[in-house]
Every structure is written in C-alpha cells, then in structure tokens.
C-alpha cells in the first residue's frame, strides 16, 4: 500500500538512495532540501514533489511535513570540519531545524519520524566494540549536535502520545554517486577518484587503522526498515565488520583497475588516538533477524553504477 512519504535531505547522497528505495516500494514521496549539499542531479527522472527550504524555517518545514504519515529526517550540515569552524550554524541546523521538523511531525499527526544520525555522538569512547548503551562521549559541535537530536526525538516520543521517533547512527556510508566532496565521504570515493583520474591510491601511514563501511543501498533498506520497528531507542547502522586501509585500497584496485598503483606517504599529522573503530550490530539482526548486509568487495563492484 503506498504512503506518503517525507524525505529532509532528499537531495543528497544517502537521501537520494532512500528516494529511489522508497519510490521502488510504490511509495507516494516529497523531499525537502535547500540543495547547499545535496544537488537536484540526484533526483533527475525521479518522480518526486520537491519542496525547497531551510530546515531552519519552522514555516518552510510545516509547509512539508503537511499531508505526509511518515517523515525519514535526514537534512543536515553533517561536515565536522565545518561545524568546528561555525558551531553555531551547525547547532542551528542539525538542533534547531530537528527540532522544527519534530514540532511540524507533531503538529501534523505523523505517525513516525526516522531520524539519521551519527555514530560521531560516541566520539573518543576506547568501548570496542561500541554499542548503543556505549556512553556517548561526542567531541565535535557535530557530534554534540546529533546528540542533542538525538534527545529531542526520545524527548518527543515520551511526552507526546501516539508520537514514535527512531534513529538510525551512520558510519562511512559509500556507495554509488557518491561525490568525494561529500561530507560522509571516507576513504572508498576517494580512492575510486584517483583511479579515474589515473593517479595513484595514495595512503596515509601505514595504512592500518579499521573502519567499518557500509553500502548505501543497506542504509536505505535499513532506514525504510525502522518504520516497523518497535523499539524508540537508536541503532548502529554498520555491518559490524572493520577493513583495514590499506586492504581497502587494493581491494578497490582489484575492482576497478589493477594497473593502478597504490602508495604509502608519511601521515601529515599525529597518528589518531582511535587506530581501529568497530560495532556492535546485535541489536540490529535481532530486531531484523533476516538482514543481510552487503560485504565490502560485493559494495565497491555496486559501486560501479
């Protein structure tokens, strides 16, 4: 049965992707974005009704949410860097406008927000692997900011009734169309651009820190999943499984193109504190017992679309 659907954000990399999930689902969808980061390129042939808007606009966001059962809020200013540089646009946008789209969902009898947030609100936090009960310990205005998101959601779900709001926290989300640019962009775009620019996979060090990556088309799955969720709480949104730089690196050689060569330079700056980042995705198979996510090598030959 199709519903009608609310995508913030739905001009950007994961955003765009939930659209075409939704859309492929028969849903009914709007998408709400100011296109700062996101580009209109993503929804080309898409048939979707777009509002644009600033999250920051309580008006702009009601106008939105007016009419639709379902919201996923995925707008953001999600740069780390940018938001240690200005924390107070980061804390207006990713506080203030949750906050808008929180009191426009309730005001309008929306039945559940889906909210995106960051596995940066565990920030410098040694737990490994880290679970969602893992004390949040954020360090970026960024991470302060999902954080505090992250509360108002909870906040809204126990005092408002009938209201539910869930939240997904992402990490190294990569995957087709995805810019280098990007703010959620880590290591796989950048090394598929330097092999379509011809030029060497370069890596920092020795290349052995761990991160967990996960494909885009599982964040969409798993986003479009957590409307029947039950739970109010949040969940890791990774597959649970760290690579090593350097293994990513040739594996994105093998896939792409072997004749490029892949190179080790001296990190231009301190070692990080945290070499290897790990979840835990217990509670993730247990609320979707048949979720399969995509392994790395499967994830970079999609990549290719």
Do not use: W
């Not at 009704?49 to 600033?54: D, K, N, P, R, S």
């Not at 052995?208 to 890791?236: K, T, Y």
């Not at 790990?278 to 995509?294: H, M, S, W």
């Amino acid at each position: 049965m199709s519903r009608r659907v609310l995508v913030t954000g739905g001009g950007g990399f994961i955003g765009s992707n939930l659209v075409r999930a939704l859309l492929e689902h028969g849903d009914d969808v709007r998408v709400l974005d100011n296109f700062s980061t996101g580009s209109r390129e993503n929804l080309d042939g898409l048939d979707v009704e777009v509002v644009e808007g600033e999250l920051r606009s309580y008006e702009r966001v009601h106008n939105a949410v007016r009419g639709v059962e379902l919201v996923f809020h995925l707008g953001a200013m999600g740069s780390v860097p940018r938001s240690v540089q200005d924390p107070l646009t980061s804390t207006a946008v990713n506080v203030e406008g949750t906050l808008n789209v929180l009191l426009a969902a309730r005001d309008e009898s929306v039945r559940r927000v889906v909210f995106s947030s960051s596995t940066s609100v565990y920030g410098s936090t040694r737990q490994l692997p880290t679970t969602e009960s893992t004390p949040p310990d954020p360090i970026s205005p960024y991470g302060v900011a999902k954080l505090a998101a992250e509360r108002y959601c909870v906040s809204f779900s126990r005092v408002y009734e009938s209201f539910e709001s869930v939240v997904l926290r992402y990490f190294n989300v990569y995957g087709p169309r995805q810019s280098p640019f990007s703010q959620y962009a880590a290591v796989v775009p950048l090394f598929i651009t330097a092999i379509s620019r011809g030029e060497p996979i370069t890596i920092f060090g020795d290349g052995e820190e761990r991160r967990d990556h996960i494909l885009v088309d599982d964040v969409a799955a798993l986003a479009a999943l957590m409307l029947r969720h039950r739970s109010l709480g949040a969940l890791n949104a990774v597959t649970g499984v760290s690579t090593s730089f350097h293994d990513i690196a040739y594996m994105v050689a093998k896939q792409f193109d072997n004749r490029v060569p892949v190179k080790s330079v001296p990190r231009p700056g301190p070692r990080p504190h945290l070499l290897h980042r790990f979840f835990d995705i217990t509670n993730c198979l247990k609320a979707f017992p048949g979720f399969r996510f995509t392994g790395l090598a499967d994830g970079l030959a999609l990549s290719k679309r």
